[in-house]
């Protein structure tokens, strides 16, 4: 059953950026694509709610998938996509350190409606691994490299190393994963002074 929580989505977006709301939101570009999947998801006995502003289905109370519309595509995030079989090739990484989550990506509704039975499959496959309790072996917060630039400041500054050991091994890892993504050693050294004071107060990378 469609959720009326949902449903601002698909007319305004998740409502993270300044074009949410407007015709330029990029949901514009993919209604009827968003509309299908919606339906399959639906239709695989989901329950649908709002979670960071765009629709999620659980089963159980447990996230299983996500919708999202970009600019090049739009696709179904599988929150333990890497755990799925994906014997037809079709899942890609949504970002480069990516451990757990895959995207099916689309770029037209006729592709949908080709690969429905596809799609199926793999959220009922997903469902499968969460009613096996199945988890992600994500790795662990030491095999992180911390960056030499970081470590200076984690060992001339007391304070910072007790705050930044203190956060959770997911927020240690989004701002060793930001810091690393940074190609030149002034540029990690600006990402770091930038996200001393945060660190400092205990609020990961985005919050």
Known sequence: MKNTAADIFFTDGCGRCSLGGTPACKVHLWEKELEMMREILLGCNLQEERKWGVPCYT???????????????CAISFFKGSLLEDAAGVLSKPGENSQAARLFRFTGLQ????MQALITSYVFEAIEIEKAGIKVAFKKIEEHAIPEEFQRQLDTMPALKAAFH???????RAYLLHFSGAKQAATRAS??????PRILEGRGFNE
Do not use: S
């Not at 089963?59 to 595509?73: D, P, R, S, T, W």
């Not at 203190?166 to 240690?172: K, S, Y």
């Open 166 to 172: 203190a956060l959770t091994p997911g927020r240690q």
């Open 191 to 196: 990402r770091i002074e930038k996200c001393i």
């Open 111 to 114: 592709k949908i409606e080709e």
């Open 59 to 73: 089963y159980q109370n447990k996230n299983i998938a996500l919708l999202g519309a970009f600019k090049e595509y």
